[in-house]
């Protein structure tokens, strides 16, 4: 997992990027033993490069302990993330010039390691993500506040807020480089200009008179920008994701306190994401599989795609106002109706029916869906599993519900049948 070799006055660390878990008592202990040995040898050393196995980090060696989590397990997990980040500040306050050589697909918490390096050299070729928002869970030890404070708020929206993967030349841009070379030699030359003897091996937030890059949180710019982003974040996720919200929050509040108070506020808005149904949810949906070509999946496509259609022309025959109803498809997290003519044409004759609210339209649809979804799967055609995955990648069914099927399975049979016999019965019979 973690690997040194000593060559002089420098040690040279190699870490298995998918072994890097803020979570993990494993991969704690064996950084904890690193750092007792590092700050053993420290006044006899001039540097510690650190380095990372070329493979790409992802999420599926913690995701099954993501997903078990729940809210009486918090508090333990805050103790976890308390005691990873403890060991990150004592990397950063060795007081000897720490240096992370970055190549490949740097991502997730093994960016949040190299971060907590004073400095960063990577090959030209090198790309930069933290993609935790895109399973449900705000990043998390120190990954928020670290980047914030190195490339500034408005420069770290892409990264944290949506999990934009950033070039080496963008990263470099954004503050979150200290250099950049196209071959190992140049590279190599910089890491040793980074461990010259006035190499400068502390953190920029922790050094005196330190300034926001971007501009202070204060300032004009920010403000505006702050009245906006709120409800630019809520146009893009329709409200159904609390990740990048959380996200925003941790980025501004912790911008408002000392570092170590930005670490704990991280924490609490990484465990109340994770212990949220929709992260549950999205990982799921990660780590299921289908094959999209075939042809029972492009028959559940096309079933879903002809049952909304037929729905949506129900609900026009039924005088639904077009702006309720694109409006209630969108709170649904569903794609805009599809347009029919002779549905407009019979909503125009049915003026006398009386009007449906605006909760039934939405329900009517996701039900009409998921209803379709439970015929496939009940006639054999695909499995459960295969049907949520592919309700959502190839026709659209709202993500943050699971997909069709782990929809009704969330609301529960019982209530299911309820409703079946009340308000959505039309949708539901029609099936």
Not at 118 to 134: C, G, K, M, N
Not at 192 to 205: E, F, G, L, S, V
């Amino acid at each position: 997992m973690i690997t040194t070799h000593q060559n002089g006055g420098a040690i040279t660390v190699m870490l298995a990027a998918r072994a890097i878990n803020p979570l993990s008592r494993l991969f704690q202990r064996e950084l904890a033993a690193l750092i007792d040995i590092l700050e053993a040898k420290r006044t006899t050393l001039h540097g510690v490069i650190i380095g990372f196995h070329a493979e790409p980090s992802d999420f599926d060696h913690e995701l099954e302990h993501l997903m078990a989590l729940t809210a009486a397990q918090a508090g333990d997990c805050m103790l976890m993330l308390g005691a990873y980040n403890a060991l990150l500040r004592r990397l950063e306050s060795l007081g000897i010039p720490v240096i992370a050589t970055l190549s490949g697909a740097v991502s997730g918490h093994a960016l949040g390691l190299a971060l907590a390096c004073h400095r960063r050299i990577s090959l030209d070729d090198a790309t930069f993500s933290l993609p935790q928002v895109q399973l449900g869970v705000a990043p998390v030890a120190g990954e928020i506040a670290r980047t914030v404070r190195l490339a500034g708020l408005q420069a770290a929206m892409p990264l944290l807020l949506e999990g934009v993967p950033l070039s080496a030349e963008q990263a470099l841009h954004a503050g979150l480089l200290h250099g950049m070379a196209d071959n190992v030699e140049d590279a190599a030359e910089l890491v040793r200009d980074a461990m010259d003897t006035d190499a400068i091996a502390a953190q920029p937030w922790d050094i005196k008179g330190y300034r926001l890059p971007g501009g202070a949180l204060n300032s004009a710019p920010l403000q505006t920008l702050l009245q906006m982003a709120p409800a630019m974040l809520r146009e893009r996720t329709g409200g159904h994701l609390p990740a990048p919200e959380a996200i925003l929050c941790a980025m501004v509040e912790g911008l408002q306190v000392d570092f170590d108070s930005a670490l704990l506020i991280e924490s609490r808005y990484f465990c109340q994401t994770a212990i949220h149904p929709v992260a549950y949810n999205l990982m799921r949906l990660s780590q299921l599989r289908a094959n999209f070509a075939a042809p029972a999946a492009l028959e559940l496509a096309a079933a879903l795609h002809t049952r909304y259609a037929d729905e949506v022309r129900a609900l026009r025959a039924a005088a639904v106002p077009e702006a309720l109803l694109r409006n209630a498809a969108r709170a649904a997290g569903l794609p805009a109706p599809p347009d029919t003519v002779e549905g407009a044409v019979a909503a125009i004759e049915n003026q006398d029916v009386p009007p449906l609210a605006f909760a039934d339209v939405r329900d009517r649809l996701l039900y009409a869906l998921s209803t379709t979804a439970q015929d496939q799967v009940e006639s054999g055609v695909i499995s459960g599993d295969e049907a949520d995955l592919i309700s959502v990648r190839l026709f659209g069914f709202p993500a943050h519900t699971g997909g069709a099927i782990r929809f009704v399975q969330n609301i529960g049979a019982q209530r299911y049948a309820e409703l079946a016999s009340g308000d959505l019965a039309p949708a539901i019979q029609r099936s």
